[in-house]
């Protein structure tokens, strides 16, 4: 259920985004990151029934990115794909000492607008 708060979070933005601009969505690109657990389906699926109560956004489309683990690893200063994010390792050396440097996020990348 978590993807609705996001999903109306994202339309928000969008909202805000072509107000300020005076322009109408086409395509809404986003980048999801795998550790948001956010189901590019069910997003998709939210958006496709939000917009339709919505003048601005009924014609526009998501088009979801779903992006992977990536770390940046503190010992041996390597970066690297996680595989299984149940195992938060550095891949190069499994040292446990890594930041996390893409796919926690949920990012608005484009608005294309016609
Ligand atoms: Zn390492």
Redesign the pocket.
């Known amino acids: 259920m978590h993807e609705l708060s996001a999903t109306k979070s994202i339309i928000k933005t969008i909202i805000e985004e072509c107000t300020k601009n005076k322009s109408r969505p086409e395509e809404i690109f986003i980048d999801v990151g795998e550790l948001t657990t956010y189901k590019k389906a069910s997003l998709v699926h939210y958006y496709d029934t939000l917009k339709k109560d919505d003048e601005l956004l009924k014609d526009s489309r998501l088009l979801v990115k779903e992006i992977d683990t990536k770390i940046i690893?503190n010992?041996?200063k390597?970066t690297g794909k996680i595989i299984d994010t149940t195992i938060m390792l550095?891949p190069?050396?499994?040292?446990g000492n890594i930041d996390i440097i893409e796919g926690k996020d949920l990012i608005i990348k484009k608005i294309k607008i016609y």
């Open positions: 690893c010992d041996c390597k550095c190069v050396c499994n040292s």
